[in-house]
């Protein structure tokens, strides 16, 4: 790691950096980084070192040793109040991303990632309590979503990228390390970073989906094979294959159906509870292409629509993720569906790995995913399997899907709780790395 202030000698850090990375002994991981820390105090002079600097580095060390440019936060922060948390955005992994930050920034990190179809705004609850809390909280709108950069291409959308996209926030707020918190797609992708790179992330709490293993096949294959090929081209297939919500959402036209339909979609996925006052579906029909091999049936025909919403969820909430969908649609955001295949392919070494951080798991146990697992026993012996350290594991028996805003507080609490029995050596690696207490 070096340190970077405005009014520094350039041609002594070069040479010093450029002789650290070419010792021979010195980094025997391609794995590793160098980490350049620069003052944020004068961004003309940054920009002028940053160029200088990536030159240099890329130009001399012939082995191609990867680093990393971030700013160093001020050292001063006040404490945070109970709105206190902003929009940002950064450069990371070519998109521009847009995060949501709240507390002090030389705080240890907790990156929070959402799934579908959600935004930053799904962790509105917990920013605040991580604040409180002494953490450095960061919700990002991820890849696709809200206002990050959603390219159209589902091939961007692999998990080496959209580590990449979390690794690269990280780094971008100045930071080698991290807490992860993660739901539904973001859960997912929590999973996979605890494997892909569990260095980085000393501690992770995951929600609503649980890690069973990679599987003897991609997702989409063997979701194919139980239910049947909607994108099979032979005549009658496609007529015959089942209904299920993700081989809907890999679809190349399902966008369509949702953009026509923003609020209809959150009203019924967010305020749907087996069990709550609502009318029956439009669609019962179990097919996906019930109607001809081209008319998709939404998923939000197939569920009741709520007689009104739940009691976490106000009309105010509600009106901020319409809002967000209605501008940015749905296609990109499904992209994350599309890649169940490549990802397949992209991990064949995590074929026996195990989660070995510490780990906390909060379900609801009527949601539909711990129920498509065989239910919330089953989920924890799944865990307990696949988690070198036994899990924390928490199921709310009455609650769904969206655990984090249902039950906001019990969650937040839990997270915290979680995170702070966490050991001196993790909180100070979580620490920005210019802080005097990181270690990296």
């Known amino acids: 790691m070096f340190f970077v202030r405005h009014g520094c000698d350039v ?4 040479k010093r950096v450029v002789c650290k990375l070419s010792t021979p002994r010195a980094f025997r991981s391609r794995s590793q980084r160098a980490l350049i820390l620069f003052d944020s105090s004068n961004s003309f002079a940054n920009r002028k070192l940053q ?6 580095l890329t130009t001399v060390v012939s082995d191609g040793f990867p680093f990393v440019l971030s700013k160093m936060w001020p050292r001063k922060s006040e404490s945070p109040t109970e709105e206190s948390h902003t929009l940002e955005t950064t450069r990371v992994n070519g998109i521009t991303m847009r995060y949501a930050t709240c507390g002090a920034r030389d ?26 809390a002494g953490y450095h909280a960061v919700a990002p709108d991820m890849r696709g979503y809200g206002g990050t950069d959603a390219p159209q291409s589902h091939a961007s959308y692999t998990v080496a990228t959209l580590a990449g996209d979390v690794i690269g926030l990280m780094h971008a707020l100045g930071y080698a390390c991290a807490f992860l918190v ?23 709490a995951v929600l609503s989906v649980p890690y069973a293993g990679r599987g003897r096949a991609g997702l989409l294959t063997l979701l194919k094979q139980k239910y049947g090929d909607p994108e099979d081209l032979a005549p009658g297939v496609r007529r015959r294959a089942a209904y299920h919500y993700q081989l809907h959402n890999a679809l ?26 609502s009318d029956p579906p439009e669609e019962t029909r179990e097919v996906m292409f019930p109607d001809g091999d081209d008319q ?10 709520p007689k009104e919403l739940p ?14 969908f209605e501008r940015t649609g749905f296609h990109a955001s499904l ?21 070995q951080q510490p780990t906390l798991f909060l379900a609801g146990g009527l949601d539909m995913v711990i129920r498509a697992h065989g239910g919330a026993a089953r989920v924890q012996e799944q865990l307990a399997t696949w988690c070198a350290q036994p899990p924390r594991c928490v199921m709310y028996a009455e609650a769904g899907h969206w655990i984090q805003q249902e039950r906001s507080e019990e969650v937040s609490a839990e997270i915290v709780q979680f995170l702070a029995a966490q050991p001196e050596r993790a909180q100070e690696a979580a620490r920005p790395a210019w802080h005097p207490r990181a270690r990296l």
């Open 51 to 56: 160029e200088s600097l990536s030159f240099a």
């Open 252 to 277: 190349p036209q399902a966008a369509e159906g949702y953009d026509a339909n923003v609020r209809e979609t959150l009203y019924r996925l967010y305020g749907f509870l087996p069990g709550c006052a």
């Open 335 to 355: 992209n994350w569906y599309r890649t169940g295949n490549l990802n397949w392919e992209l991990t064949p070494h995590l074929e026996t790995a195990r989660v």
């Open 296 to 305: 998709v049936v939404g998923f939000w025909r197939r569920l009741p629509r």
């Open 182 to 204: 993660g739901h539904d797609w973001g859960a997912w992708l929590t999973w996979q970073l605890a494997l892909l790179h569990p260095t980085l992330f000393p501690a992770i």
């Open 107 to 132: 705080a240890p990190l907790v990156l929070l990632l959402h799934g579908w179809p959600e935004s930053w705004f799904s962790w509105r609850h917990q920013l605040r309590a991580l604040a409180n």
């Open 311 to 324: 009691g976490w969820l106000s009309e105010a909430d509600l009106e901020y993720f319409v809002r967000e």
């Open 11 to 14: 041609q002594a850090l070069h």
